[in-house]
């Protein structure tokens, strides 16, 4: 017997269901649409409407509008150039319409005598108020007008609002709409059912005006976008619990080698430090992994907190790693962690990809046999021959800058084993709680919010590129009276030739212009031992002015520095900037930052220099930079795989993450099937790959 249904349900491919063949198979899949379900929460991006008619006279010009008329004319002019133009009356008046491009099938629509329906925006043009390119509809005899918005959907070119409208019906009937969410929960909310809200927002009734669907603020647009912000919560939460289910090495010891460590140290640590060290520490005493992120703002002082946790596993007879995105930065924590660590005699490993074969060889030996508790190093640390046997903890610094493979790729190396080894991560661009709540929920967060006393604050000016001049004499003045001074170059995004030819410009021009001066130069094209090299002399005071490219954006720290100077400011991101900026203030002499501009400054450019200006705090300067660039591109969403939110926004509906956050705990726990149905209709099998 034949099936009743032929419709494809579920995770069927698009191409194959009824009218579907390859071509638009491939346009449905742009929009990443590539199952009947998905075609369902394709929801749209407006409405028009267009179940009233407006009498031609009463059009206005600047607003949309559906005039019905019959055709009195229809021709193409070539005159000033081709085109299509047809006029419609009605009891009330003429209206022109033209269209630009046409097929020879529109003109058989609109010969005269015949009945249409126009939609677009009407205007004044030069035979009096017209349409271009209106949408045409022929009027059957004795047709109504259709009793619901239109609803218009994004969409990709070569398809069209029909074909779509036509496929998301057919799945609107074909697809089980099963309600998942318990009713208490809809009710404290005030949510609609599922299949009321997507039937709503697909085919509104007559009486819901556009302008308020289209806020999306309507109890039928919070039940998606809650449901959305539920599958995002409960997928990240099972990636949490099911690494969480592994096997951890339990890192308690003695305390002795942290406790040596703080009585050598020239501070005690801050109370968010303490806290923090706290949190972690107890953490790796649990035989499961930690997986925890570190934010801390700029200059925080997250470095001793990884150091702490660092000997907690060495403590406990195992190995530590630490990995760096630049070379610098990696080297500077190896300077560093070896200078803490030395008195202690605990050893750190070294690995860059800039070290000789033979050094390089001879550390991974040493590493290999468990001699070298501690290794520090690029993402050479993830090379093959790489083995920490007995790896505990895996660190990331700047862990966004790192792919979801590499972090990975680091805690494998412990895996020869059958324990998982902890992770943390750190981060110094901090991120608005509502972001990480929601992007970051398969993690713990640690937070250090507060700086270390002794801190001035750094002095921001603004100062357009006509005064550089008195910037260069200032950095003269600075320098003589024992300051030392950055001097970052212009990012040049489009080209990295183009960046450095601008670096050694402006190292040129500044060593002629200041010769009394010792001047170094640091960019990312620089054999691996001169960077360091240059970076030691300026650490060391012997240079008073580093002339620079981004590459000391992240981590470096020479507390002497209290000048800098950043060249088109205008072009750096709001995080860039903070980072940089964050490279002075660093020591208890006061420090200015100066960020010289080139007008004229376009809209972002200003937004982004105000709030540097305004704004000393990361925290407030990240919910700024969440504002103006939208979490996609805030996360770094795109490489770190994780998949980004449709519809809800994190600002607005905070209250409904909040409850997706406590309501996705509970339906794991409770309730695995629901969980599993709604991550599948959200995420179908594209849940990305998952942090590691
Ligand atoms: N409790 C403290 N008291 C005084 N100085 C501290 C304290 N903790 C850290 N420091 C010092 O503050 C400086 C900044 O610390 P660190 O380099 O760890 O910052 P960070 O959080 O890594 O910042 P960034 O991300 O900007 O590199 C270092 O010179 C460090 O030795």
Redesign the pocket.
């Known amino acids: 017997m034949a099936r009743a249904s032929t419709a494809p349900r579920g995770d069927a491919p698009a191409a194959g269901w009824p009218g579907v063949g390859a071509a638009l198979a491939g346009r449905l899949a742009k929009l990443d649409i590539r199952s009947p379900r998905d075609l369902l929460l394709h929801l749209p991006l407006r409405y028009e409407d267009e179940t009233r008619l407006t009498p031609i006279a009463a059009a206005r010009a600047g607003f949309p509008a559906q005039v019905e008329g019959e055709v009195t004319s229809c021709e193409v002019t070539l005159r000033p150039r081709r085109q299509l133009v047809a006029r419609i009356r009605d009891d009330s008046g003429t209206l022109v319409a033209r269209w630009l491009h046409f097929y020879p099938s529109q003109q058989k629509l609109l010969a005269p005598g015949r009945r249409v329906r126009l939609f677009g925006e009407v205007r004044g043009g030069f035979f009096g108020d017209e349409m271009v390119h209106p949408r045409v509809h022929p009027v059957a005899e004795g047709e109504a007008l259709p009793e619901a918005l239109t609803p218009v959907y994004p969409t990709t070119a070569g398809l069209g609002q029909a074909t779509l409208r036509r496929l998301i019906d057919q799945a609107l009937k074909s697809e089980p709409l099963d309600d998942w969410l318990p009713e208490a929960v809809r009710r404290r909310l005030d949510l609609p059912g599922f299949a009321d809200a997507l039937r709503l927002l697909h085919h509104p009734p007559p009486e819901v005006p556009a302008s308020v669907l289209e806020d999306r603020q309507h109890p039928a647009w919070r039940r998606i976008k809650f449901e959305e912000l539920l599958a995002q919560q409960i997928s990240l939460r099972r990636a949490y619990l099911a690494r969480r289910a592994k096997t951890a090495p339990v890192l308690a010891g003695s305390g002795r080698l942290a406790q040596a460590l703080l009585a050598g140290l020239p501070?005690?640590?801050?109370g968010a430090?303490r806290r923090v060290v706290a949190e972690i520490g107890a953490d790796l005493a649990q035989p499961h992994p930690m997986q925890r992120l570190l934010m801390?703002d700029?200059?925080?002082?997250?470095?001793?907190v990884a150091a702490l946790a660092m000997l907690q596993a060495v403590d406990a007879g195992y190995q530590a790693a630490l990995m760096a995105p630049t070379e610098i930065l990696a080297e500077q924590h190896w300077q560093k962690l070896s200078a803490w660590l030395a008195p202690l005699g605990v050893e750190v490993a070294w690995l860059a990809g800039s070290r000789g074969k033979r050094a390089r060889e001879a550390e991974l030996a040493r590493l290999a046999s468990g001699e070298v508790p501690l290794a520090v190093g690029t993402h050479a640390l993830i090379e093959d021959p790489v083995a920490l046997p007995r790896l505990g903890l895996a660190v990331v610094d700047e862990q966004h800058r790192f792919g979801v493979r590499q972090r990975l790729a680091l805690r494998e190396k412990g895996a020869a084993g059958t324990l998982s080894p902890h992770l943390l991560m750190m981060s110094?661009t901090p991120i608005p709680r509502t972001l990480a709540m929601s992007h970051y929920a398969d993690l713990d967060v640690s937070v250090l919010d507060e700086l270390?006393?002794?801190r001035t604050p750094v002095l921001t000016k603004l100062v357009s590129d006509a005064r550089r001049e008195e910037v260069v004499a200032r950095v003269r003045d600075g320098c003589l009276a024992g300051r030392q001074a950055y001097w970052v170059c212009p990012l040049i995004e489009e080209s990295e030739a183009l960046q450095l030819q601008t670096a050694q410009d402006t190292y040129a021009t500044l060593c002629e212009a200041l010769p009394e001066l010792r001047i170094g130069l640091v960019h990312g094209r620089l054999k691996p031992a001169e960077k360091s090299a240059t970076m030691a002399a300026f650490a060391a005071g012997e240079l008073h002015l580093l002339v620079a490219t981004t590459v000391i954006e992240?981590?470096v720290?020479v507390?002497n520095a209290s000048l800098m100077v950043i060249e088109h400011a205008e072009r750096f991101g709001l995080a860039q900037l903070h980072q940089l900026r964050?490279r002075v203030g660093?020591g208890s002499a006061e420090s200015v930052c100066i960020l010289l501009y080139a007008q004229p400054l376009s809209q972002t450019g200003r937004a982004r220099l105000k709030v540097i200006f305004e704004n000393a705090d990361g925290f407030a300067i990240a919910r700024e930079d969440l504002r103006i660039r939208g979490p996609g591109e805030f996360v770094g969403a795109r490489q770190s795989g994780l998949p980004l939110l449709r519809y809800a926004d994190l600002e607005v509906d905070a209250d409904l993450l909040e409850a997706a956050r406590a309501l996705g705990e509970t339906l794991l726990r409770d309730e695995p099937q629901a969980a599993a149905a709604l991550m599948a209709r959200w995420l179908g099998g594209r849940e990305g790959l998952l942090r590691a």
Not at 267 to 270: D, E, K, P, R, S
């Open positions: 501070f005690a640590l801050t430090q801390g700029v200059g925080s002082g997250k470095t001793i110094a270390p006393p002794g992240v981590g720290d507390p964050g660093r």
